[in-house]
């Protein structure tokens, strides 16, 4: 049974950082892709970034880039969100999910860490 389990969200400051992570166990993930999405109060959920374990490609929603850093360590079967210069609206629950790399749609979903920006 596929699990995500993420973790290291809490209260910052703005322009501060965190790491979130997402530990991924149940099967092998070498031909997953892995994402991160958040959602606001009152707001759809939106991409923020994610990764592809087999080519290491990696893409990020406009707003994050060059703030967010996703990586992924192999042998921990765990990807991270490396979250830098934070807004107060970047205030989300974040998720990780997992689709087969053929897909389109995310079919696992962790069940989300909260991250809250104070200005």
């Known amino acids: 049974q596929v699990q995500l389990v993420e973790s290291g969200g809490g209260l910052v400051q703005a322009g501060g950082s965190l790491r979130l992570s997402c530990a991924a166990s149940g099967r092998t993930f070498s031909e997953y892709v892995m994402g991160w999405f958040r959602q606001a109060p009152g707001k759809d959920r939106e991409f923020v970034g994610g990764?592809?374990?087999?080519?290491?490609?990696?893409n990020y929603a406009d707003s994050v880039k060059g703030r967010f850093t996703v990586s992924t360590d192999n042998a921990k079967n765990t990807v991270y969100l490396q979250m830098n210069s934070l807004k107060p609206e970047d205030t989300a629950v974040y998720y990780c999910?997992?689709?087969?790399?053929?897909?389109?749609?995310?079919?696992?979903w962790g069940q989300g860490t909260r991250v809250t920006v104070s200005s």
């Open positions: 999910a997992a689709r087969w790399k053929s897909n389109t749609k995310y079919n696992y």
């Open positions: 990764i592809s374990w087999s080519t290491g490609y990696i």
